[in-house]
């Protein structure tokens, strides 16, 4: 089978929605005016991003003096990281904004070496697309940046995306290095139960921990495979051995999973039992024969030939892959669509839990180096060409996928729907991306805005996942997570890697028996002496909370 450039670009991205509500404000200063139509200087930062996405009005660019032409240059990690001999999507673009724009397009680690040079000889790429906040923090401290909160007043497509806690992501001693970009993958990862062997059992979808516990015992004792052998098993957790893997989803069942705040004091699972409670009932799955027998050992990708083949009864998975993987392994059969269900989140039995696991981390910033923004027209110009290319702008769809229908309109479609989603239609055979090696390096334009998150697959009965797979992803998507804490937290590396190490071989031992549950308060005591502690102390400093007592 071909695979296509098109698809690869797509593919090398694959591996939230939710209710709006208070705003917070901020004054911003601008630069000085180049059209009479200014921009509000006060900002509107939402709790979340918009239910329905939608385009912002054209005049909301009346502040750019088009008439002017300007040329600019974008720094960002591609997937080809080559040159484009023929770049299309640039040639539209310049035509559309009256730009003239150059690509710099290379891997990570090039990309943080050479413009860390680039800006230290006052040759910095005009925008910069950057995922390390690291980096970025240390170029702003050198002076070498835009204060985000200058030029967003004129990015209102830009600012539904811009959350209040993005931009306390973003921020360092008041001032937001650069402008967060919402993440090319969706939050689409959850549990996903055997709904067919739940039916066999005359069960109904597990809300607890004991209901669940009751469904993986029967998935070991009832032979729902009807093979006649003792081969199904509740879960593994292809991690290799490094960690429990996907079965780390069960520790939402106990309270929030990493480091979190409750009435303004820190607190982590190692300090409110929830980590013990999590490994009772690991030890209680392992002690009653119901994981796989290689459950901690295996990896990823042997794991499957369990879940495909009818061993397992719950995996932490994406919706569609999983459900394309399933139809696949079985001969493209339609009975598999049947098999796997979202579970909503589980709750503890004294009613802790019901959410899932926390994500929702920017993907990284947008900078702005400070050279560029000499020229108050330019800045604005770099806003406005930016602002253009988010979701769902009139130039996104431009750079989608190597190229949209404002590029190749005979050859790819976009259809639109009501719920803020889209579809791209197009046939990847017949994609000049994939044919013409010169325009090659264009297909990294994407990464400049591309996103996952509202993008659907077409419908149709020669995919019939694809329609499912959908409907599960934004399922997923739908529920409750906890609050993401860890993205305002930078701690001490090396004390972080070697807690972790104690971590891993200390849970483990606690699984298997090797260390008894009695000795519990020892081993957070010795947790803490391990650099638990030291990560408290920081970890309240950062967040700005009370230490737990």
């Known amino acids: ?52 996405p939608k385009a912002v009005d054209p005049g909301s660019y009346d502040y750019d003096d088009m008439s002017k032409h ?36 290379m891997a990570s680690g090039d990309l943080v070496n050479k413009i860390t040079v680039r800006f230290a000889s006052a040759q910095a790429p005009d925008l910069t697309y950057i995922g390390d906040k690291d980096v970025a923090f240390s170029l702003y401290k050198q002076g070498q940046l835009v204060d985000a909160l ?13 959350t209040k806690d993005y931009k306390n992501w973003s921020t360092l001693d008041g001032h937001m290095v650069g402008i967060p970009r919402y993440s090319t993958f969706p939050p689409n990862w959850g549990l996903f139960i055997r709904q067919d062997w739940l039916k066999q059992f005359g069960m109904s979808m597990p809300t607890t921990e004991d209901e669940l516990f009751a469904y993986a015992k029967a998935v070991v004792d009832k032979d729902p495979n009807k093979n006649n052998k003792a081969d199904t098993y509740f879960m593994g957790t292809g991690a290799n051995g490094q960690g429990f893997g996907m079965m780390d ?52 990708e042997q794991f499957k030939s369990y879940t495909l083949n009818d061993q397992i009864g719950m995996v932490n998975y994406p919706g569609y892959n999983l459900l394309s993987e399933q139809y696949t392994a079985k001969k493209n059969d339609k009975a598999t669509l049947d098999y796997w269900a979202p579970i909503q989140p589980l709750k503890s039995n004294d009613g802790k839990g019901g959410m899932n696991l926390p994500t929702g981390s920017p993907e990284g910033l947008y900078l702005i180096s400070k050279e560029a923004a000499k020229d108050p027209g330019k800045l604005k110009r770099i806003a406005h060409f930016l602002d253009s ?8 769809w431009a750079l989608v996928q190597g190229g949209g229908p404002e590029i190749y309109p005979d050859l790819v479609k976009v259809e639109k729907h009501e719920n803020g989603t889209y579809t791209i239609i197009k046939d990847p055979e017949n994609t000049p991306i994939d044919n013409k090696p010169e325009l ?28 499912l797979g959908d409907k599960y992803t934004l399922d997923v998507m739908a ?48 947790w803490k002496r391990s650099g638990g502690d030291a990560l408290v102390k920081q970890a309240a400093e950062q967040l700005k909370v009370s230490l737990p007592k």
């Open 1 to 52: 089978m071909k695979v296509s450039l098109a698809m690869i670009l797509l593919l090398s991205l694959l591996l939230s929605a939710c209710s709006e509500g208070q705003n917070e404000t901020a004054d911003t200063s601008t630069g000085s005016s180049v059209n009479d139509t200014e921009p509000t200087k006060e900002l509107t930062f939402p709790d979340a991003f918009p239910e329905v």
């Open 70 to 105: 300007y040329d600019i240059e974008v720094a960002l990690v591609g997937n080809t990281n080559t040159p484009a001999a023929e770049d299309p999507i640039a040639d539209y673009l310049n035509k559309q904004l009256n730009i003239s724009l150059k690509l710099t397009n």
């Open 150 to 162: 200058d030029v967003l007043p004129y990015m209102p497509q830009m600012m539904n995306y811009v």
């Open 249 to 300: 989803a069960l520790r939402a069942m106990y309270g929030h999973t990493s480091w979190n705040v409750v009435d303004g004091t820190l607190n982590h699972p190692m300090l409110d039992g929830s980590t013990r409670r999590y490994l009772e009932f690991v030890k209680k799955l392992n002690d009653n024969k119901l994981l796989s027998p290689d459950w901690y050992t295996i990896g990823w």
């Open 389 to 396: 290319v988010i979701y769902p702008n009139v130039n996104y």
């Open 440 to 467: 090659k390096g264009a297909g990294d334009w994407q990464n400049l805005a591309y996103s996952l998150i509202w993008e659907v697959h077409q419908h149709s009965d020669l995919i019939p996942y694809n329609e």
């Open 479 to 526: 529920m409750p997570r906890y609050k993401n804490y860890d993205m305002f937290l930078t701690l001490d590396g090396p004390t972080t890697n070697r807690l972790g190490e104690f971590i891993k071989k200390n849970e483990i031992a606690f699984v298997l028996g090797k260390r008894s549950f009695d000795e519990w308060d020892k081993y957070v005591d010795e």
